[in-house]
């Protein structure tokens, strides 16, 4: 299936990159927000994607596998939450890493299987987008 005009680049990165909406081309977090010092802050990215019908549990399951691989080797600098939508089928992982060259999910076996296969489980394939901090709130943070 080929991606929709618009789509983010061919391959599932979480790394920092942004889309150009002129030119569609991935460009740099340091090209789209100069303002921000990138030496001192987290590098958030979400990717969203809609699976097929018939395969929305399979791809749950493979994400599950990714979070007991996360508990299991608890790298350090990354945080990182996966989401099912209302509708059953789309999801959204949101990561935060403090170095986004260096991703601790891509060194784990289960997310690289997870991500080896998600566009052949995928109606609408995953499209990265950065994200800009305004601030946060936790209660768990006090």
Do not use: W
């Amino acid at each position: 299936m080929r991606p929709s005009k618009g789509y983010a680049r061919q391959d599932v990165s979480f790394t920092a990159v942004a889309i150009d909406t002129e030119s569609r081309r991935g460009i740099s977090v340091e090209q789209t927000a100069p303002h921000l010092n990138h030496e001192e802050i987290m590098r958030h990215v979400m990717v969203r994607y809609t699976t097929r019908q018939e395969r929305a549990e399979e791809n749950a399951r493979l994400i599950e596998t990714v979070f007991e691989s996360l508990r299991n080797e608890a790298p350090p600098g990354l945080a990182y939450a996966s989401y099912r939508l209302d509708d059953g089928v789309s999801f959204v992982h949101v990561a935060s890493m403090d170095d986004g060259d260096d991703n601790p999910l891509r060194r784990l076996t289960a997310f690289q299987a997870f991500t080896a296969g998600v566009r052949d489980r995928c109606d609408a394939p995953p499209v990265t987008t950065v994200l800009h901090e305004v601030g946060r709130y936790s209660s768990r943070e006090r």
